[in-house]
């Protein structure tokens, strides 16, 4: 509804420094940090792109004895981070990073 979206509208806009520091913090570990609605009792949580494979098939190519190396760094999937702002961590994270801005 309406209403459902202008209050994620909210929420992405005052979470939206602290998902600047966190990806500055991690750098090429993640591709974005974004707000998530979906996240209900985690913090956060990490998935992987739409595209390359998937954590369970990197973990088990990485396990391989005779793996070929040169196709882990373009097949590796982008990861993703989505934060839960409701959550009390995200929220004192949040004020953190406001403070440290001003």
């Not at 949580?45 to 954590?55: H, K, L, N, R, Y």
């Not at 934060?83 to 949040?94: A, F, G, K, W, Y």
Request: overall charge neutral.
């Amino acid at each position: 509804t309406e209403d459902e979206k202008a209050q994620e509208e909210k929420l992405k806009d005052m979470t939206k420094d602290l998902c600047e520091v966190v990806k500055e913090t991690l750098g090429e570990k993640v591709e974005k940090v974004v707000v998530s609605t979906r996240v209900v009792k985690s913090p956060c949580v990490i998935v992987t792109g739409e595209f390359g494979w998937s954590a369970n098939m990197e973990r088990i190519m990485k396990a391989q004895a005779l793996r070929d190396t040169s196709t882990m760094g373009y097949m590796a999937a982008k990861k993703h981070l989505e934060i839960n702002p409701d959550h009390s961590i995200v929220e004192s994270l949040r004020k953190k990073a406001e403070a440290d801005k001003n």
